[in-house]
């Protein structure tokens, strides 16, 4: 199975995405949006900046795990990943993010 990034609505009715790996496991997350198309503008822009390192915030939570975030050009996060249990982890999630947004599909799910 190929990945994904799915739409969604959530409770208070803003739109998200997730990009999910090919084997159904949750790689990234957007904050919410007012709409349906600035969604689909934060999807094209994770596809667009994937390739490059620099968009990547690699950061420490308190309870000692592992996140990152993609930023856009403009320095605003368009993604965050989920909390790894180490550094690997969060690294291996990064190589992920680059090696299947770009192709990754768009498909439109329930919550």
């Known amino acids: 199975m190929a990945a994904k990034f799915e739409i969604y609505q959530d409770k208070a009715a803003e739109f998200r995405f997730r990009l999910k ?3 159904g496991e949750n790689i990234l997350a957007s ?6 198309a600035a969604c689909q503008n934060g999807i094209e822009s994770v596809k667009k900046n994937a390739a490059d390192d620099g ?3 690699k950061k ?3 309870s000692g795990g592992f996140r990152f975030n993609i930023k856009a050009a403009n320095h605003q996060v368009i ?3 989920q909390t790894y249990k180490s550094a690997s982890g969060r690294d291996n999630g990064i190589e992920s993010v680059k090696k299947n947004a770009p192709e990754a599909r768009v498909e439109e799910v329930d919550s």
Do not use: F, L, P, V
């Open 79 to 81: 993604g965050t990943s």
């Open 31 to 36: 904050e919410g949006y007012s709409s349906k």
């Open 55 to 57: 968009r990547y915030e």
């Open 21 to 23: 790996a090919g084997n």
């Open 60 to 62: 420490e939570t308190a």
